[in-house]
C-alpha cells in the first residue's frame, strides 16, 4: 500500500510548481504540549516545510504551546520563530505566554483540531496521561511520543479514543522514525504476527558499541554522554526501563493484550562486561533486545542483553540506530531499520502522524 510521506509532497508540489495561496482558514490548528527536544524540532519542522505544506492542502497552525510553567497562546496560530526565541528568554516580555495556564486549562480552553503530548515519560504516566485524557474527552486528535501514557493505560487511551470519534496516534513512541504500527497495519493486515524482536535504545546500542572495542562500562558511557547519545541521567535506557515500556506499547498494539511494565523480563546493561567478552569468543555481538513472542498461547516479553549471530540482521544495527524484526506466520521474517540522528527525527514522526490524521479525517 502506497504510503503519504512528507517528501512525496514536496516532490510533488515541485514537479507541478504550484503556486501557494497561503490562506489559514482551512488550516489544522493543533496544541502542542511539551518543548524538549522533540517539541523544539517539531516546531522547526513545521516553520520549515510550511510553503510545501501548503501547497499540497496540509498547512498546519499551532494555537497553543505549553511548557511546565505556562502557555503561549493565539487563535490564529502563534509564530513560531518568535514563539521559540521567547522560549529561550525565558517568556519574559512575551505578551502572548500566560504563566500558571496549564496545559489543561489550554486544552479545555483553547479550539484546535489536535493536541501533540510530548511531555517527558514517568512512571506514573503523568502529566501525559491527563493531557491526553482531557484532549481525546474534547473531541481533539491526538498524537503522542510519550510513551509511560500508554504504558500506564493504553487499554483505556484507545477506548476513550473511540468512543469520542477521535484518532489517537503514537508511531514515535517506539522507534523515532522508524516505520512499525504504520507498516504493519498497512502491509500485513491479513498474516498472523507471531514475534517481534528489535533493538529500541539508541543509548544502549551506542554503550554497548564502545564496550566491543574495549572500553568498560563507566568509560563506555561517558563517551555515549560526550557524543551527545546519552543524558547525564540515562539510567531509564541502562537500567532498560525505555526498551521495556516500548515493549509494553509493542505488545499491546500488535497483539492486542492489556500488558504492563511488570509482565516484563528487564534487564539493563550495568553489568554485561562478561557477556561481551563471552560474545567476542563467539564471534558474536551483545544487544539489549527487546522480544515478544507467542509461546503456548502465552505473550512472553523481555528486555535484556543477548549475543546476537553476525549473520542475523540486527547485528547491522550499530551506534545510536534502531531496528525490528517481525516474524508473521505467511509473510515470515520482515526486518526494518533506521538510522538514528535525534530528535528531529522523532519530530517527523509526530508530524507525519498529524498529516496521516488529517488526510483520513478529511470531509
Given at each position: 500500500?502506497?504510503?503519504?510521506?512528507?517528501?512525496?509532497?514536496?516532490?510533488?508540489?515541485?514537479?507541478?510548481?504550484?503556486?501557494?495561496?497561503?490562506?489559514?482558514?482551512?488550516?489544522?490548528?493543533?496544541?502542542?504540549?511539551?518543548?524538549?527536544?522533540?517539541?523544539?524540532?517539531?516546531?522547526?519542522?513545521?516553520?520549515?516545510?510550511?510553503?510545501?505544506?501548503?501547497?499540497?492542502g496540509h498547512a498546519i497552525d499551532v494555537v497553543s504551546v505549553s511548557d511546565s510553567k505556562?502557555?503561549?497562546?493565539?487563535?490564529?496560530?502563534?509564530?513560531?520563530?518568535?514563539?521559540?526565541?521567547?522560549?529561550?528568554?525565558?517568556?519574559?516580555?512575551?505578551?502572548?505566554?500566560?504563566?500558571?495556564?496549564?496545559?489543561?486549562?489550554?486544552?479545555?480552553?483553547?479550539?484546535?483540531?489536535?493536541?501533540?503530548?510530548?511531555?517527558?515519560?514517568?512512571?506514573?504516566?503523568?502529566?501525559?496521561?491527563?493531557?491526553?485524557?482531557?484532549?481525546?474527552?474534547?473531541?481533539?486528535?491526538?498524537?503522542?511520543?510519550?510513551?509511560?501514557?500508554?504504558?500506564?493505560?493504553?487499554?483505556?487511551?484507545?477506548?476513550?479514543?473511540?468512543?469520542?470519534?477521535?484518532?489517537?496516534?503514537?508511531?514515535?513512541?517506539?522507534?523515532?522514525?522508524?516505520?512499525?504500527?504504520?507498516?504493519?497495519?498497512?502491509?500485513?493486515?491479513?498474516?498472523?504476527?507471531?514475534?517481534?524482536t528489535g533493538i529500541l535504545n539508541a543509548t544502549t546500542n551506542y554503550v554497548l558499541g564502545?564496550?566491543?572495542?574495549?572500553?568498560?562500562?563507566?568509560?563506555?558511557?561517558?563517551?555515549?554522554?560526550?557524543?551527545?547519545?546519552?543524558?547525564?541521567?540515562?539510567?531509564?535506557?541502562?537500567?532498560?526501563?525505555?526498551?521495556?515500556?516500548?515493549?509494553?506499547?509493542?505488545?499491546?498494539?500488535?497483539?492486542?493484550?492489556?500488558?504492563?511494565?511488570?509482565?516484563?523480563?528487564?534487564?539493563?546493561?550495568?553489568?554485561?562486561?562478561?557477556?561481551?567478552?563471552?560474545?567476542?569468543?563467539?564471534?558474536?555481538?551483545?544487544?539489549?533486545?527487546?522480544?515478544?513472542?507467542?509461546?503456548?498461547?502465552?505473550?512472553?516479553?523481555?528486555?535484556?542483553?543477548?549475543?546476537?549471530?553476525?549473520?542475523?540482521?540486527?547485528?547491522?544495527?550499530?551506534?545510536?540506530?534502531?531496528?525490528i524484526m517481525f516474524h508473521f506466520k505467511t509473510s515470515d521474517d520482515i526486518f526494518v531499520?533506521?538510522?538514528?540522528?535525534?530528535?528531529?527525527?522523532?519530530?517527523?514522526?509526530?508530524?507525519?502522524?498529524?498529516?496521516?490524521?488529517?488526510?483520513?479525517?478529511?470531509?
Amino acid at each position: 500500500m502506497f504510503q503519504y510521506t512528507i517528501e512525496f509532497a514536496i516532490a510533488l508540489s515541485s514537479v507541478l510548481s504550484i503556486n501557494i495561496v497561503d490562506d489559514t482558514s482551512g488550516d489544522m490548528k493543533i496544541q502542542l504540549i511539551g518543548l524538549g527536544n522533540v517539541g523544539k524540532k517539531l516546531i522547526n519542522l513545521i516553520a520549515e516545510k510550511r510553503r510545501q505544506l501548503v501547497a499540497c492542502g496540509h498547512a498546519i497552525d499551532v494555537v497553543s504551546v505549553s511548557d511546565s510553567k505556562g502557555t503561549a497562546i493565539d487563535k490564529n496560530g502563534l509564530n513560531l520563530e518568535e514563539t521559540l526565541r521567547y522560549k529561550e528568554l525565558e517568556w519574559k516580555g512575551f505578551a502572548k505566554y500566560k504563566r500558571g495556564y496549564t496545559a489543561v486549562d489550554a486544552v479545555a480552553d483553547v479550539e484546535s483540531d489536535a493536541v501533540v503530548e510530548l511531555t517527558p515519560s514517568t512512571f506514573s504516566g503523568e502529566p501525559g496521561l491527563s493531557n491526553i485524557k482531557t484532549a481525546l474527552t474534547a473531541k481533539k486528535h491526538v498524537v503522542t511520543a510519550n510513551k509511560g501514557a500508554l504504558v500506564k493505560a493504553y487499554k483505556e487511551l484507545v477506548t476513550v479514543a473511540r468512543e469520542h470519534g477521535v484518532e489517537l496516534r503514537y508511531e514515535a513512541t517506539v522507534a523515532a522514525h522508524l516505520p512499525v504500527f504504520c507498516l504493519v497495519e498497512s502491509c500485513f493486515k491479513a498474516d498472523e504476527l507471531q514475534s517481534v524482536t528489535g533493538i529500541l535504545n539508541a543509548t544502549t546500542n551506542y554503550v554497548l558499541g564502545e564496550m566491543e572495542k574495549g572500553r568498560n562500562f563507566q568509560h563506555a558511557l561517558k563517551k555515549a554522554i560526550e557524543a551527545g547519545w546519552a543524558e547525564t541521567d540515562c539510567s531509564d535506557d541502562i537500567d532498560g526501563i525505555d526498551a521495556a515500556r516500548k515493549t509494553v506499547i509493542l505488545a499491546n498494539a500488535l497483539f492486542n493484550v492489556d500488558a504492563r511494565l511488570e509482565d516484563v523480563q528487564i534487564e539493563g546493561i550495568r553489568h554485561v562486561e562478561p557477556l561481551i567478552k563471552e560474545a567476542g569468543k563467539n564471534n558474536k555481538k551483545v544487544k539489549l533486545i527487546c522480544r515478544i513472542a507467542k509461546v503456548n498461547r502465552r505473550l512472553e516479553m523481555s528486555a535484556h542483553p543477548h549475543q546476537v549471530s553476525l549473520s542475523d540482521p540486527l547485528a547491522t544495527v550499530n551506534r545510536g540506530d534502531m531496528g525490528i524484526m517481525f516474524h508473521f506466520k505467511t509473510s515470515d521474517d520482515i526486518f526494518v531499520s533506521a538510522r538514528f540522528l535525534g530528535p528531529k527525527q522523532t519530530a517527523y514522526a509526530v508530524l507525519n502522524d498529524l498529516l496521516k490524521i488529517e488526510t483520513e479525517t478529511a470531509d
